[in-house]
């Protein structure tokens, strides 16, 4: 039996983009609402949730913490890289910056939106374990 990825789908009554995930260990499934529907903030939202799911085992609890979307008025992650990668760009030679490319783009996809103040070494992990 193959493990498939969890599809986001579009929750039509709301307009927000939603994905089912199953626990492997009880068989409960739950709907994790990422957010507006097509906004790239229910993307980043799906991708940590279905990266957390799965490198828990496909188990649940861990999944009910706060998004880490709160805007707290200071710089996002997708801020940063973008910031590091206009310094990159300019600093280092074309081989070096296609590999960095490389390196920000998950980060970036998983936690874009979120506060930099907020990110976590938990989060950190994740990115890391990603690659």
């Known amino acids: 039996m193959t493990k498939r990825k969890p599809l986001l789908r579009q929750h039509k009554a709301s307009g ?19 957010g507006p529907w097509g906004e790239p ?30 805007d ?9 890289i973008l910031a590091y990668w206009k310094h990159a760009s300019s600093y280092h030679c074309p081989g070096q910056v296609q590999a960095i490319k490389s390196a920000l783009r998950i980060p970036r996809q998983l936690y874009g939106s979120t506060s930099a103040a907020g990110f976590t070494p938990m989060q950190l992990e994740m990115v890391r374990d990603a690659t």
């Open 16 to 34: 927000r983009a939603v994905v089912t995930l199953t626990d492997s260990a009880t068989g409960r499934r739950h709907d994790f609402y990422c």
């Open 41 to 70: 903030e229910s993307h980043e939202r799906y991708a940590r949730l279905v990266r957390a799911w799965a490198s828990n085992d496909r188990r649940l609890p861990q999944l009910n913490r706060p998004s880490g979307l709160d």
């Open 72 to 80: 707290d008025g200071g710089s996002t992650i997708g801020e940063l």
